[in-house]
């Protein structure tokens, strides 16, 4: 009777774990695939997998196509490449990509992660003047920006919305940040701090 007793906990005991949500953050071990959606990131269960390539794309197609630095794409098995439009980011197995505006490496994966938005913004030309042609330079931009792994807020990396949204989670570094002469430079550090200090929890 205490065996039969024992099984049944240990089997109930084994549904109730797994019918949690784990987060991304407590995964043991990044899963390889696409995450057609935020909800596939957030619990580390992309839906698809197979041959994914990230393909970069030429300054000059970034400027005057429009067109995002990066793609993604699937390779079937005889080599062809499939472009892929509809998803929200991509996991290689060792780093997170998350889609916007092309795919961006999380550098931070936490209770906000950490991304730079990579472009190529056209400025004005200047005139050779061995052969007197007009030649247009063109000027990498960086954005960085967070994400907030529970709910899916993307925020510019700034130091209003540090202060505004993220900060005024956790009163005592809110406080530091507010006294910090130097936190324009520092803001990356706050949010490593933060995500320290902070675990996330979905219910």
């Not at 240990?10 to 549904?15: E, K, Q, W």
């Not at 098995?77 to 472009?83: F, L, N, R, S, V």
Request: aromatic share 10%; net charge positive; hydrophobic share 35%.
């Amino acid at each position: 009777m205490k065996q039969l007793l024992c099984f049944w906990s240990l089997l109930l005991l084994g549904i109730s774990v797994t019918g949690q949500n784990v987060l991304i953050t407590d995964a043991p071990q990044l899963k390889k695939g696409l995450y057609k959606t935020f909800e596939e990131f957030q619990s580390n269960n992309p839906s698809e997998e197979g041959d994914l390539v990230i393909k970069n794309r030429s300054s000059a197609a970034q400027i005057y196509l429009l067109a995002n630095r990066n793609e993604l794409v699937l390779r079937d098995g005889a080599g062809q490449e499939h472009k892929l439009k509809n998803y929200w980011g991509f996991c290689d197995g060792k780093n997170i990509y998350i889609k916007d505006n092309g795919l961006n490496k999380l550098q931070e994966i936490g209770y906000y992660c950490i991304y730079a938005l990579h472009g190529i913004q056209p400025s004005r030309g200047y005139i050779n003047q061995a052969d007197m042609t007009t030649n247009s330079i063109n000027t990498p931009v960086v954005l960085k920006k967070v994400l907030n792994v529970v709910t899916g807020q993307i925020l510019e990396l700034s130091a209003y919305n540090l202060k505004k949204y993220i900060l005024p989670q956790d009163s005592v570094l809110l406080d530091e940040f507010r006294a910090d002469k130097e936190k324009k430079d520092q803001l990356e550090y706050y949010i490593f701090r933060f995500n320290q200090r902070n675990k996330p929890e979905i219910k």
